[in-house]
């Protein structure tokens, strides 16, 4: 079975100064695996500085990485050239957080979904690229006829981002990467725009990596979860095991501040600690927030598997069994 | 009128303390009140007869989709809004006097001081070049002049310190700061003078959940300290269910419905409450997306009637035609909507 997308030991840092240079670990040895014939929803979640973002940006080829290699369909993204990046281009797409900042203001909203199909050749004629548009509008859930023609300003926030669901579709993507798709539209809309992703992966077998911090959306549209703090992953799984049993205490400070809709499930009454602003670049990243930090914190912790679908790293669990970090996908559900 | 506006109470003169309000009736009391924007492409009536009660130490939330009127309500309330928009009538009733009767001077001087606004996105709303500590004196400086030096710099850490950030903030300035810890900083400003009232717009929505819970909890712990009443504006139903007391639902405009957030969550009485609590997700019910159907309507151009109608499940005949009330059901909730007729 052939990959659609591997990412191997892909370390990304960011420096700054000359003279004394600091230098930020934005991604640390990460490894992924997508497989081509089986489209998945993957969450990767983590707070702002988890290095979320810079895996989305990374994935879209908008920086390269400091170590490691991005194999998308056997090719390094490095090195892709003229039609094979290209093809790379269109079947890699995105949808931002903001859907009020993707639009020209001059321009009809048509012309987010036009500038692809001309770009890209994808229409023989006229009426064949506005069959297109109104195919793509529609699969997301929108009437044609109320979009087409119209300013952004005219629009709701739901549904530019629909619009923007439906820009990727219309290029037949592998593979969507949403960044926080849903963290600036009204909490009633959420729940049209997540099922117009789910409905993208089930019908049009794409697979999405849904970058976000909100873990109340996470659980209820993906598969598989990855939990990233400060470029290293912290626990990974089969989303419904971590998050309704997490395993290690950063998850689990999360899920305790997830505020959920019910009056009798309250927030944890854990105190949280403030987040240093350095913080150490070895050994565990959470140590210095961590209520059961150890001596041997100061290491780098390893994948412990808790069991078939669900691992963590961190030391609380060291009598389970190692596994290696590449190998962390296959304990992925698809 | 005029006696209530006579007997205001004096600002309160020092400290962080424990203060109770005067009187015993609500701290706070909106009336009527009523804002229109006069835009080139019509009037829109954005907030629309609006009348609820808020008691010290209560915790009211506001919920509405975006354009339903509650950041309107909130700027309405500090007297804020700008041209095209005019505050058309109704009254505001702070702690025994009416913010809508005073000069402009008074009203200037009644903010942060009676009522203080948290804005949404503290990011934007602090000075780049100014330290953090000068910003603070500056409004306790507008408003107590004669407070010496001293005086006032304790005053500002005191409050720093009731928001858990280290005094060291004073000095410093705004890009030095987290997401968390600035919108802390707005919460600091925003009780410098114990107000009665608290308005929070959105103070978290561009926090993540752990930033979020460590504000939402610092908001909590100064609110019980100088026992002020709390409007906490937001779309977060979930947020609502872990921090308030009362809902307020908005709908184009008008407050639909008025209830104890338990009884929101247990059983919403107006359609459209109903609506926004089932579309919530939750553990049990995973993988099922249920959205209210249809858009919020422009509010230049409202349905008739009960502008909820075209999307409302249990819409009847005469919800097109007739514009329903504010009713006050037994036990003190508010519903405006026909389905309550007679129940009153």
Request: a positive charge; charged letters at 20%.
């Amino acid at each position: 079975m052939a990959d659609l997308l591997r990412l191997e030991n892909v370390s990304k840092v960011y420096s700054h100064g000359i003279i004394n240079a600091h230098s930020t670990i934005a991604l640390r040895n990460f490894s992924l695996t997508l497989k081509e014939d089986e489209p998945t929803i993957l969450t990767v979640a983590g707070e702002s500085g988890s290095g979320k973002t810079t895996l989305a940006m990374l994935l879209l080829g908008f920086i390269t990485a400091s170590a490691g290699q991005i194999i998308y369909r056997g090719k390094n993204i490095a090195s892709l050239h003229g039609a094979e990046k290209m093809a790379y281009r269109r079947e890699v797409q995105a949808v931002f957080q903001d859907p009020f900042a993707v639009f020209n203001p001059f321009y009809p909203v048509d012309h987010l979904l036009t500038v692809p199909i001309k770009r890209f050749g994808l229409a023989k004629s006229k009426a064949d690229a506005r069959n297109k548009m109104e195919e793509a509008l529609t699969a997301v859930g929108l009437r044609p006829e109320d979009i087409l023609g119209r300013f952004p300003h005219q629009l709701s926030g739901g549904q530019r981002q629909r619009i923007n669901v439906a820009r990727a579709l219309l290029l037949k993507p592998r593979l969507l990467i949403a960044d926080e798709p849903v963290s600036m539209v009204d909490a009633s809309l959420r729940a049209t725009i997540l099922e117009t992703l789910r409905n993208l992966q089930r019908d049009h077998g794409v697979s999405i990596i849904y970058i976000t911090h909100d873990l109340t959306t996470a659980y209820h549209i993906a598969k598989s979860i990855i939990v990233l703090y400060r470029g290293s992953v912290m626990e990974a799984g089969d989303v419904d095991r971590v998050i309704t049993d997490p395993q290690h205490p950063y998850t689990q400070l999360l899920v305790d501040s997830i505020p959920w809709p019910n009056l009798d499930q309250r927030w944890g009454a854990q105190p949280i600690k403030a987040r240093e602003a350095g913080g150490s670049n070895d050994g565990c990243r959470f140590r210095s927030r961590c209520p059961m930090a150890m001596e041997i914190c100061k290491e780098d912790p390893p994948l412990f598997r808790i069991d078939e679908r669900h691992a963590a790293s961190c030391f609380l669990h060291e009598k389970r069994p190692e596994i290696a970090k590449a190998a962390l996908s296959e304990l992925l559900p698809v | 009128m005029n006696e209530m506006l006579a007997t205001a109470p004096a600002r309160p003169s020092a400290g962080l303390g424990p203060r109770h309000a005067a009187g015993d009736g609500p701290i706070l009391r909106v009336s009527n009140l009523e804002v229109t924007y006069y835009t080139d492409s019509g009037r829109a009536k954005a907030l629309d007869d609006v009348s609820f009660t808020l008691n010290s130490g209560e915790k009211l939330g506001m919920v509405g989709e975006s354009g339903s009127g509650k950041s309107t309500l909130a700027l309405a309330m500090m007297r804020m809004i700008k041209a095209p928009g005019r505050i058309e009538g109704g009254s505001v009733v702070v702690g025994g006097g009416d913010l809508m009767a005073l000069d402009a001077e008074d009203m200037r001087k009644a903010r942060l001081s009676r009522i203080a606004y948290i804005p949404q996105g503290a990011m934007n709303s602090l000075n780049p070049v100014m330290r953090i500590g000068a910003q603070m004196i500056d409004a306790v400086k507008s408003h107590l002049p004669r407070e010496g030096r001293a005086a006032i710099e304790a005053r500002c850490k005191r409050a720093l310190q009731s928001v858990d950030l280290d005094a060291g903030v004073f000095r410093m300035y705004a890009h030095e700061l987290s997401g968390g810890m600035k919108q802390r900083v707005c919460i600091a400003i925003g009780i410098l003078l114990d107000p009665h009232v608290i308005i929070a717009d959105e103070p978290t929505s561009a926090l993540d959940v752990v930033t979020q819970r460590q504000v939402m909890e610092t908001i909590d712990n100064v609110q019980k300290a100088i026992n002020a009443a709390v409007i906490l504006i937001g779309h977060d139903m979930g947020l609502m269910a872990q921090f308030v007391d009362k809902v307020a639902v908005m709908y184009a405009g008008r407050l639909v419905e008025v209830s104890t957030v338990r009884e929101m969550f247990t059983d919403p009485k107006h359609p459209y409450s109903r609506a926004l609590i089932s579309s919530l997700p939750s553990l049990g019910n995973k993988g099922v997306f249920q959205g209210i159907p249809g858009l919020a309507p422009s509010l230049l151009r409202l349905p008739s009637g009960c502008a909820f109608h075209p999307r409302c499940e249990s819409a009847m005949p005469h919800c097109s035609t007739i514009r329903p009330q504010q009713q006050v059901l037994p036990g003190g909730r508010r519903v405006t909507c026909h389905l309550y007729d007679g129940e009153a």
